[in-house]
């Protein structure tokens, strides 16, 4: 199975060129960074994802995570690699240094997230799911919960989950039955979870649980949730560990992917109500566990561009060896390697293109987030903030489907072979289909994109973006000829936008199935064009530093073809995207439900 090498030329120039790297580390606490410490953080982070994570995937995938007498096993290698992560202080990478983070920006942590989700997706949901505990922890705890849990958890010695699903309610979180009963200090927790990501195992010392539950007394719906820490093990106010919790992991899905994954059914309190601590006020849980959904779905998003990044390379290292029939525009009949056919190198740009545009937009997402939490000025706090919502939901959908889109393409280019688990294609298929799944699924992304992100503020964000975005149209303009095709593309898919924002503004209060109807298309339609404006920006990137005798030229050259490629097979899905939105609602629920 072909390894995995790090991108870190095209991660450096989507941090630098089109994130603004540089205006993230003139932001207070970024003193010490620059351009050659990130180049050295990434590397460092490639050796890692390449040499220690990426050669325990295929056998991840193979034995997958098991449960025997109660205790839940990972798969061979996995402790070993958990503990090199954390000696290594890569879980402590984005976090305060008060708590022993290393307190570096999100842009960076998530360039390293996107290595160790392509390295090995499955092992990377630990700490991804930890960093969600410490930010519910941090912004919303007491000051002994941050400080009894936040060093430990920083560092990676503990681990933590979400635990909000139930299986009567799926994402119908209002319907959630799981109780937290007061008792002195503390609540005795009762209820079960599902698809609980790293529920159990034994890479942790400890597992701290954040969990979603309701006091007796609590309204009824999403208003009477409360967010509670329930550890595994019982921990002494000097912060050492006092004994088993009263939970336990009562099963393992049997999952399509990500097998070495625990993905756990876990119940509190079969013996009297597991112990409890309350996160800030009652009856907030659900307001709390939201503030966390950001940075997840951003992580999200960054797996589908992780897992289309490792796809394109075992793809495009397999056509490169493959032999298999003459090319056509060539008189000998010698068999040649599948890269020279025009089919095959149309899905290897399609992935190369889709990949660079999606993680372009997961970085600059990320930099806007940098911005939101550390600018000194609260207005462009707010301004970044502003952004970071409205597009959150676009890189967790699109870059999710991005990431099955790519994985499927791989599989083609192989053929026979990629339907043959023993070739690994599959399993990037099999792994990346999770993406568009939890967190939200897809649906309820673009739902939230219509619903609140764009109308709460009557698309004044969005109209404002696609001002920005448009601006761009002069230097394109100034560019060269080869560009041109490019920029015309990149018009229409901005007028597509500008004038489908409009439409569900007008339809959304009117009719909201109109709306609904179409809003999957209107986020990818969002993704498609932010897409394709950054690949412009690196295209005119690329141009400067070609004329300027900088960089690689053959990774600029790269990078302009690529970014050409975009405009003239990527862009115009805008126009569909557009139809799709605009259609409405009647033919879609104009057949009986007895029908389907």
Known sequence: ????????????????????????????????????????????????????????????DLQGSRLENGVVRTPDGWAAAYR????????????????????LPWLIATALQEMWHSANMAFALCPMLTQAVVEAIGRHGSPQLKALFLPKLVSGQWSGTMNLTESQ???DLAAIRTRAVREGDHYRISGQKIFITYGDHELAENIVHLVLARTPEAPAGVKGISLFVVPKHLVGTDGGLEGRNDLRCVSLEHKMGIHASPTAVMSYGDNGGAFGLLVGEENKGLQYMFTTMNNARLSVGLQGVAIAQRALQKAASFARERVQSRDIANGDAKPVTIIHHPDIRRMLLTMR?????????????????????????????????????????????????????????????????????ETGAAQFMRDAKIAEIYEGTNGIQANDLIGR??????????????????????????????????????????????ATTDWILAHRARNPRDAAAGAMAYLRLWGTVAGGWLMAKAALAAQAELAAGEGDPAFLRAKIITARFYGEHILPRASAHEAAVTAGAGTLMAMANEAF
């Open 169 to 171: 309610a799926g994402s």
């Open 353 to 421: 293109a889709l990949t660079e545009a999606s993680r372009a937009l997961a970085y600059f997402v990320a930099a806007k987030l940098d911005t939101a939490n550390r600018h000194p000025d609260p207005a462009k706090r707010r301004a970044a903030q502003a952004i970071v919502d409205l597009l959150i939901p676009v890189v967790k959908g699109w870059s999710s489907e991005i990431g099955s889109e790519a994985a499927a393409m791989g599989v083609q280019i192989h053929g026979g072979m990629g339907y043959i688990e």
């Open 453 to 498: 992100k764009l109308t709460r503020d009557g698309g004044a964000t969005a109209k404002s973006f696609i001002a920005a975005m448009r601006s761009l149209d002069g230097g394109l303009g100034a560019a060269d000829a080869e560009l041109s095709p490019l920029r015309a593309a990149l018009a229409k898919g901005l007028a597509a936008l500008e």
């Open 1 to 60: 199975m072909t390894g995995y090498a790090a991108p870190i030329a095209d991660m450096r120039f989507a941090a630098t060129r089109l994130a603004g790297f540089a205006e993230i580390a003139a932001l207070p606490g970024g003193e010490d960074l620059s351009d050659e410490l990130l180049a050295s953080i990434l590397e460092e982070g490639a050796k890692f994802a390449g040499g220690v994570l990426a050669p325990l995937n295929r056998l991840g």
């Open 84 to 103: 090199a992560f954390i000696d290594g202080g890569w879980n402590a990478v984005p976090f305060e240094s008060g708590h022993g983070g290393q307190g």
